[in-house]
């Protein structure tokens, strides 16, 4: 069921030759002088050409000497690296958002050379534009504000989005974020600042996927909050007034997502960070409709599955074994639900057997374990809700210490948003799990809600543990030479593959079907030598050609449901026709690369 191709040996090196060759083509614009110059999109700084200076009205605006695209990289990255060594000792959180901020300048000055600073230290500058600082920023939004980025509508704006959402200058939009800001990472309701979500994900499909960022749109969707903080707060920039709720809400969605298919028909929109009730009704009401899908249920359940797949044969065992597994996941909200929905799906497929594929996962709330005597029970949790004769010892509500003593699981898994909710206590009866190598998952994010620190994980459960974060960690020192080995189960291993997949197919939907191909793409992407050691995800650094692959897999998805209608000039029978190997050729041309373009004046 699971093909397990290796790319491990060369896969950066493979990347890096295809874009080595990229020759860019002219650029057209309308624009000359310091218009030019004050478009991050067009400017180069001093990197414009003396012919190029001539052409576009632009001697005499910059200082004399050409500084090529590499020079002008250098210069970046030595005052990026003199910051890092000015604001040594400072507290994180300043340093944190000093590196964000010099990044920040960046993109508003020249994008093609950010753009290229990022992807190529995605690694360092991850952490810095998307989580955990994007959290910081968020909380800091209205005093860091200086310049708009994407498009804000809110509940003010109804009757006018139709009109509005032509007011963004981009002829061509490929990729949308939307965010309402009520469920910002484990932040809780950050109202309109919630913007830097968006923000921040489109930068990540931008350096990972290679969506081309003129065809990006960040989106908030501002219909109050209720952040009590932030309505009191002089300085908030968003609405003050209590959310919106009931159809009053939901008009305001239908009402933008009819505005947005009808300018871009052919776009994708990601729904981020919406508080749980919103996140399953909307993914259910506009699934079938429009080309959509949820990242932080669907997303996020992909990336856990492939984790918790890679688990099992970092256990020595082998994927059939996979059903056999005691998973206790914390937290029943939608990036909870999300994960046990898509394992019961992936059980269920291995053992032919529906009913009885949720009999080892275990849920629980803040309420503690969910069973059948729940009242109240949400539907969206009763799948998973036990029955009490079943869990002999355990009863509604257990905590959770007491669930792991009981059920000894071979994995716990946290999406709860809560930090340190695996106690020293927890992590210690994880030692007497059933498993030879048990797991934990801390994804909660930002750093601060993670579940538990990965130096707490090993010492405290045990050096042979396999552990997971969703904000990055740095590798656990065990001593005489040994390494606590440090993954992040974060969506951003897939979110940029199901977007580019579902652009470059022309997918006319986001399928169950493609989502599955997604994190079996992922899952089979590492090395047994590689699980053993228990790494589970490949490393950040190879993230164009991990999305390219988990891409290619959902094009042929969408090919293989017939959904694919083609991109460009690309029909769906030529999709249809490519090989494996075509396919993932197919995607990777369709990845904007960072160089400076020819720009050719159009009056
Ligand atoms: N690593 C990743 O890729 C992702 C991580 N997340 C993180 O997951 C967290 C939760 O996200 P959502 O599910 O959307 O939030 P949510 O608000 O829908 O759900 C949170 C759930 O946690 C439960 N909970 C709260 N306190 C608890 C406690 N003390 N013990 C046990 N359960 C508790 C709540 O009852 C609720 O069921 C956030 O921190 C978010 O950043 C979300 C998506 C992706
Ligand atoms: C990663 C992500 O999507 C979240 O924490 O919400
Ligand atoms: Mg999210």
């Avoid at 932040?187 to 489109?202: A, E, F, R, S, T």
């Avoid at 694919?564 to 993932?584: I, N, Q, R």
């Amino acid at each position: 069921m699971w093909n397990l191709t290796r790319f491990a040996s060369s896969r950066l090196s493979r990347t890096r030759r295809l874009f080595s060759s990229v020759i860019p083509g002219p650029c057209i614009v309308h624009k000359r002088g310091t218009d030019i110059l004050h478009d991050p999109w067009f400017n180069k700084d001093t990197g414009f050409p003396l012919t190029e200076r001539d052409r576009l009205g632009l001697r005499g605006l910059l200082p004399p000497r050409v500084i090529s695209f590499e020079q002008q990289y250098d210069r970046f990255m030595e005052s990026y690296h003199s910051l890092e060594k000015n604001t040594k000792g400072q507290p994180d959180s300043v340093v944190a958002l000093a590196k964000w901020r010099i990044l920040n300048r960046l993109h508003d000055r020249n994008e093609t050379l950010y753009y290229r600073v990022l992807m190529d230290n995605i690694k360092d500058f991850a952490p810095i534009i998307y989580t955990p600082t994007v959290g910081l920023v968020c909380q800091n939004y209205s005093g860091l504000f200086r310049r708009p980025r994407g498009m804000y509508f809110s509940a003010k704006d109804k009757g006018e989005m139709m009109s509005m959402i032509y007011n963004w200058p981009a002829q061509h939009v490929d990729m949308i974020v939307l965010t309402d800001g009520s469920r910002i990472l484990g932040l809780g309701d950050l109202g309109v600042q919630g913007i830097g979500i968006p923000i921040g994900k489109l930068d990540m499909y931008v350096a990972a996927a290679g969506i081309n960022p003129q065809r990006v749109l960040p989106v908030m969707l501002d219909v109050g909050t209720n952040n009590q903080k932030l309505l009191e707060d002089r300085l908030y920039l968003g609405l003050r007034q209590p959310r919106l709720e009931g159809e009053e809400y939901l008009e305001i969605v239908d009402e933008f997502m009819e505005a947005v298919f009808t300018r871009w028909p052919k776009a994708i929109v990601q729904f981020e960070d919406f508080q749980m009730k919103w996140a399953f009704e909307t993914l259910d009401r506009y699934r079938k409709k429009f080309c959509m899908f949820n990242d932080d249920i669907q997303g996020t359940a992909g990336v856990a599955l492939a984790g918790l797949l890679g688990t099992v044969r970092a256990q020595g065992r082998t994927l059939a074994d996979f059903p056999d597994q005691r998973i206790v996941v914390v937290g029943a909200g939608s990036a909870g639900l999300g994960v046990l929905s898509m394992a019961v799906q992936a059980v269920a497929r291995m053992t032919g057997k529906n009913e009885t594929a949720a009999q080892n996962f275990f849920l629980l709330d803040k309420d503690g374990l969910i069973t059948k005597e729940r009242k109240n029970l949400d539907p969206a949790a009763a799948p998973f809700a036990k029955d009490p004769g079943q869990i002999v010892g355990l009863r509604e509500g257990a905590s959770l210490l007491e669930v792991v003593k009981k059920v000894k699981p071979d994995v716990l898994l946290g999406l709860s948003g809560v930090g340190g909710v695996f106690s020293e206590e927890v992590l210690k009866a994880l030692r007497e799990s059933g498993s030879t190598r048990p797991a934990i998952f801390a994804m909660s994010n930002p750093t601060m809600n993670a579940e538990c620190t990965a130096a707490d994980a090993f010492k405290h459960a045990g050096e042979n543990i396999v552990f997971a974060s969703g904000s990055p960690f740095e590798n656990v020192n065990l001593g005489n030479g040994k390494v606590g080995y440090v993954n992040q189960a974060n969506n951003m291993y897939l979110f940029p593959g199901i977007g580019l997949g579902s652009l470059v197919s022309g997918a006319r939907f986001i399928t169950d079907g493609m989502l599955q191909a997604a994190a079996e793409c992922l899952a089979s992407y590492m090395s047994d030598e590689e699980i053993q050691k228990g790494i589970l995800y490949p490393s950040i650094d190879s993230i164009r050609h991990i999305t390219a692959e988990v891409g290619a897999s959902v094009l042929r998805a969408a090919v293989a449901e017939e959904l694919a209608e083609g991109h460009g000039d690309v029909g769906p029978k030529e999709l249809a026709h490519m090989s494996k190997e075509e396919t993932v050729g197919y995607v990777f041309r369709n990845m904007w690369y960072p160089i400076y373009s020819p720009l050719v004046q159009e009056k």
